[in-house]
């Protein structure tokens, strides 16, 4: 196995490195503190073509694959969590397009994902519906032309902004997983009722809401895959995505591990840095080797994908990197918020920011539990 990123890889990460600390970096606090969603930074994004890195060129994308994606989102969350969850969304929502679109489909919302004319948005989550996906209410009624959907969608990221949003329901309830359908809805679809941003305790920059759907009509073209194969697609997505949020955490925690090692080094008490001190060494010692764990679980979720996609691993693999990226995300950054001591509490310094963006990695695309439940049911095969 081939640990060595090749050379476009290793360009790519330099460049996204130097856009994030050039311009994330310096915006990361403000964002977090005024909750806005950050245009300027989907702008860059989009300029510099990162916002289909895994997407293929015909599609509008960079066709760079997705270990790749991974490096682009490591080095972005680094930084800006909210930024990060830009890329998150834009992989999650171009996922089922990619996987199960027709032509016409990738051609047109996937082309427009891809190259950035909209961010996009995934709809999955209601309020009673959340681990168990199959618990869903909204449906999709076939009419004349097209199909009719009703019910609501809670926690939606980018609801507020995406210009295309894919949305699963019940064509047949009947019919349990096989009878679930995934559409592509464009913003103002009539019917489509966008709700308030929630306020939340991490990616403050991120577009989070509720979306209902009254009598929404969807054309017969907006069918993601044959009717009934949404399950199915919705499981395939997440094997894909789920390497994303594992990147977005390990950014995260190494963010939170540089900013560490450089206030420890700093930082004089007794007369002497922090750094000096065995107690923090060792922290940080274990810091670093928990995230570079982590990269490993990441990149090679990233390079199994990109070489053996069908590879009847991927779901055990993947779950396995979001599930410890996301761990690592969390232990880190709380031991980063220590070693500042009370400096890592305010706002002054940036890791009490980055422990509060790590708590959802362990929550969104199937919490930590669900992942142990998928580890588990492949092991047991
Ligand atoms: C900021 C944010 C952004 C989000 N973005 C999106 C989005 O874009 N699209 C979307 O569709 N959803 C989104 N979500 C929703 C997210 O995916 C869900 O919150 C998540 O899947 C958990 O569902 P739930 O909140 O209903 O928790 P529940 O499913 O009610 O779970 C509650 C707790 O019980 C545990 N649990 C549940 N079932 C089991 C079990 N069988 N065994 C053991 N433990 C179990 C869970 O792990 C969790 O700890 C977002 C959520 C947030 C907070």
Redesign the pocket.
Known sequence: MDFKLNDDQTMLRDTIRRIAQEQFAPKAAEIDASERFPWDNFEILRDNGLLGVNVAEEYGGAGAGQLALLLVLEETARVCGSTS?ILT?QG?SSEPLMIAGSEEQKSNFLYRLATGETPG????????????VAGMKTTATKVKGGYVLNGS???????GVAGITCV?CYTDKTKGNKGMSIFVVEKGAKGLIVGKP?H?L??RG?D?RELSFEDCFVPDGNLVGPEGSGFKTLMNTFNYSRPNIAAQALGIAQGALDAAINYAKERMQFGKTLSSFQGIQWMLAEMALAVETARTMVYRAGAMIDTEPNHPDIPRICSMAKWYASDTAMKVTTDAVQIFGGYGYTREYPVERMMRDAK?TQ????????Q??IIANQVLR
Do not use: H
């Open positions: 969850v969304n999650l948005a995934m709809a999955i989550t209601e309020p009673n519906a959340g681990s168990d969608k809670i926690f939606i990221t980018q609801a699963i929630e939340k991490g990616i991120s989070t959802i929550i969104y695309e199937g919490t930590n539990q669900v142990r439940i």
